[in-house]
């Protein structure tokens, strides 16, 4: 559809700023200058994978012209002229509009959209407004979008357990003497871990998440046996709304899956689309979900989500948006309330008040400082500090993740890692880091980081 104009604003040129909420947890979201480029993908790939696929771009015309775009249905603008801060934002969970800033003259932004928008006006400046935004959110939105058409919402208050997660410093060579060797450095260093995650690497085939568990591992029940067993709260990796295309549970059941949908995984696979609202897919993911809590895991990191929300035909006819929220309502029923439920790579305002725990809110951390061809999707210490201090008005509603605490001495920027991690309000406090390979500052910092998330 042809965008909306909501709104024409005049604005002081030497001072005015808009805010930018990406899509999804990696998308950078950011304040700008009139006519300073908002973030842009580099390619085609980094588009599908870190930005949002099905949303067109402004042409080159118009991003050289200063266009700011939000693909994940959140624009604020201060025009800078002692005016309240106008805050552009999606009226319901069913519609997450793309809203443009686009310098129009000389002094005017034009704001468009290709959907509804609220258009509210708070106090500046942006942070504070968002902040006011975010506080102000209903306890639910949108009268209809379930596929029965009821009304859903769930806002999980739980606390999020201080963490490891085994990603960072094994990869996909995370076997049990790591996980060993990391319990016994947490005890040798009182470190205030309370969960242990295995995350990517310990199966086969995406989607074969029981079936295809490495034989050196043996089964998801001995995976969380040899956490549990110290006394840590075992924690899993997976990714609920997606399985490679030639594993069993795509050949198994065909009518789980969106038709003719399938998304970019990493640079040499692709996945199928799990579809929620049909009973295949719905039976698919509850089993799933009940499963591993019965194998005995108490805390699921949930990854690559805005897979759950990629454009297709669901079987109920709703659209993507409304099928992840299905998705969301189906993993929390099956995971039932005790179970710590971790979003990554979730449409943000998508994700409001749909059964998560909590939710990254950035990029993934990394060793460097600056990202790969700066694009700030990408994992990096700067990406995860920039794109998590702008969404700090999330904190209003869900506990955000600002990824993992890394403070090794090879971590550029370690410093202000830290702080990041430390200075955001209910979020998750977790360590990436190989623990005995710490110096005598990483191991303080750690423990006095991770000990305040408790």
Sequence with gaps: MDDIVLDEVEVDPDVAQVYCEGWQSWSPSLVTRWRQNGPRPGDERLHDHFYRRGASWSDPGMHAAGTVQSDGGLLALDPGVGDDVMVYAAPDPAHIPVVRATPHGARTYRITADGPCTRQRFPGPIRRALDAWAAAWPDTWGPRWAPGGECWTARDERPVPPLWCSWYAYRRRVDHAAVQATMDTIRRHQLPVESLLWDDGYFATLGDW??????DLGSLEAMAARVGDRGFAPGLWLCP???QVDSEAVRADPEAWVPEVDAPFGTARRVRVLDPTSPAGADLLTGLITGVVEAGFQVLKLDFLWTGALPGRRASGVGPVTAYRE?????RDAAGPETVLLGCGNPTLASVHAGLTAYRVSPDNGPVWEPPEGDLSQPAGRS????????????HLTR???DVLMVGPEVQGREEIAAHVDALPRNVRASGDRLDELDDWGVQTTRTVLARGR
């Design 210 to 215: 029981r079936t295809s568990v490495r034989a």
């Design 241 to 243: 709304t997606l399985a």
């Design 327 to 331: 998705a969301l309502r189906l993993i």
């Design 384 to 395: 995860a500090v920039l794109t998590g201090t702008a969404r700090a008005h999330l904190a």
């Design 400 to 402: 955000p993740d600002p």
